[in-house]
């Protein structure tokens, strides 16, 4: 395990390669309070073999531009969050990203491809993600969204409504809870 806060004040850290690591710990490369400033630096990432990327672990790493991921279990909450100078990420066999992960990366153009997440990506995992175009899911793959059931309703409506481009809601046989309290549902050829 690399422990929580490991790097926290490394702003001079400028690339990290980390391989068969099980836990990557919360805030490694973050801010932890005025004193210890988050690695501004940090340019690049690649990481491999890694079980679990733990909450907040690159959180506001606003110099780092590029991420490259294989075989990565979990991606912890708001794990990336305000990596605004983020552009790219390569993604080979995740298996789950939490909520807020890439949260306001607000520079990201580029996810090689989300097909490569097996299980699950749930809510706001892009929010602020305005330059992200493109993407492909894998048709197992989970998505989900955080928020009250009138929220939920609010974007089920827009989505009947037409205002997304899906396929038909005709098409919408029904909606279903799964044994872990997941809606479930098919359409059309999504």
Not at 22 to 40: L, M, N
Not at 165 to 190: H, M, R
Request: proline residues 1%; aromatic residues 8%.
């Amino acid at each position: 395990k690399i422990g929580d806060q490991a790097f926290t004040g490394c702003t001079g850290l400028q690339n990290a390669t980390i391989d068969n690591v099980k836990t990557i710990g919360s805030r490694v490369f973050s801010e932890y309070g005025q004193d210890q400033p988050a690695c501004i630096s940090l340019n690049s990432v690649n990481l491999s073999n890694v079980n679990t990327i733990d909450q907040r672990a690159f959180q506001n790493c606003t110099g780092l531009k590029t991420v490259d991921m294989a075989n990565i279990d979990t991606i912890g909450q708001f794990a990336f969050q305000n990596c605004t100078g983020l552009e790219t990420v390569n993604m080979d066999h995740i298996r789950f990203i939490d909520n807020y992960a890439f949260w306001n990366c607000e520079n990201l153009t580029t996810i090689n491809s989300l097909s490569n997440v097996t299980e699950r990506i749930n809510g706001f995992t892009f929010y602020g993600c305005k330059n992200l175009k493109g993407l492909t899911v894998d048709d197992l793959a989970k998505m989900g969204y955080v928020g009250s059931n009138e929220e939920i309703m609010k974007r089920v409506e827009a989505i009947l409504a037409g205002k997304f481009n899906l396929d038909s809601a005709e098409e919408i046989g029904q909606l279903t809870t799964d044994e872990e309290n997941w809606l479930v549902g098919s359409v059309g050829k999504s």
